[in-house]
């Protein structure tokens, strides 16, 4: 299955409308749910617990996820691996009862067409828009929104490019974790591969691609801030948390939910 493209069991059209890929919503939904930033691994066992039996168990008749949901990706040979394995099963599980959808973050970016097609994702291209009971809202991760962020900026300028993943993905697994896991262990590095998370969307930036999109309302995740706000009069964003159950602390997930009543957060097992 190539990225844009949606499952046999899922027949909602996609098509192209102002200057963003567009997702409609099948007029028999009556619920589609956002979540981001799960950052799975196999560290962190409750999250991942957690959301496979939302996957599992949710009312929705369409699931979201807008990006980091993997903790890192290095290419989807990695789908093989243990871990990856008993996620691959839960997507897989969920795509066969209901839409499900996937847009890359910052650290899930290599994911591509083959795990795509391996457990029957939608690829969404970053922003999207989703249209649903008369509404449009901007679908996206957020981090390109975070222009003021100049070192993630560049670097997510850099492995963005095709030669970049070309010559990355060309390595070896074993060897693409090790880098993987020495880039997250380098402070510096790793704050240029995460991106700032105490600088927030740019807001002209944002409400500009609102309105080059023909959506008032904005959907994104990365910068771990829940919430709801104006950005400027009539447009509003929506903003989602990331989910960490391990955290003995804070432990936090949520789902966002729309329906034609609105916008609604809930906690997952609750979804």
């Given amino acids: ?25 099948l007029a028999s939904w009556k619920n589609i749910d956002f979540i981001s930033d799960l950052h799975l691994s196999s560290a962190s066992p409750r999250s991942f617990e957690a959301w496979s039996r939302y ?11 807008l990006g ?12 093989t691996l243990p871990f990856e394995r008993e996620c691959v099963d839960v997507l897989c599980e969920a795509t066969s009862r209901r839409q499900v959808a996937f847009m890359a973050g910052n650290r899930d970016f290599l994911l591509g067409a083959a795990m795509l097609g391996a457990c029957g994702l939608l690829g969404l291209p970053d922003p999207t828009v989703l249209s649903a009971w008369g509404q449009r809202l901007m679908l996206t991760h957020g981090d390109a929104l ?30 693409r974790l090790a880098i993987a896991g020495s880039m997250r262990q380098q402070s510096e590095v790793r704050r240029q591969f995460d991106g700032n998370t105490l600088i927030d969307v740019d807001v002209a930036s944002a409400v500009g ?12 995740g990365h910068t771990h801030r829940p919430g709801s706000e104006a ?14 159950l391990d955290d003995p602390v804070h432990p936090r997930a949520e789902v966002l939910r729309l329906s034609r009543d609105g916008l609604q957060r809930l906690r997952p097992e609750a979804a």
Wanted: hydrophobic share 45%.
């Fill in 231 to 244: 950005l400027a009069p009539g447009f509003k964003r929506h903003v989602l948390s990331d989910w960490d």
């Fill in 55 to 65: 996957m599992a168990g949710t009312r929705a008749d369409a699931v979201v996820i």
């Fill in 1 to 25: 299955m190539s990225e844009g493209s949606l499952p046999e069991a899922a027949p909602a059209l996609p098509r192209v409308s102002h200057s963003c890929f567009e997702l409609e919503a």
């Fill in 209 to 220: 691609s609102m309105h080059a999109a023909g959506a008032s309302s904005m959907v994104h």
């Fill in 68 to 79: 980091d949901l993997f903790e890192i990706w290095v290419g989807d040979d990695a789908r």
């Fill in 146 to 175: 975070c222009t003021a962020d100049l070192p993630y900026q560049r670097f997510r300028a850099q492995v963005r490019q095709p030669s970049w993943q070309q010559e990355f993905l060309a390595k070896p697994l074993p060897e």
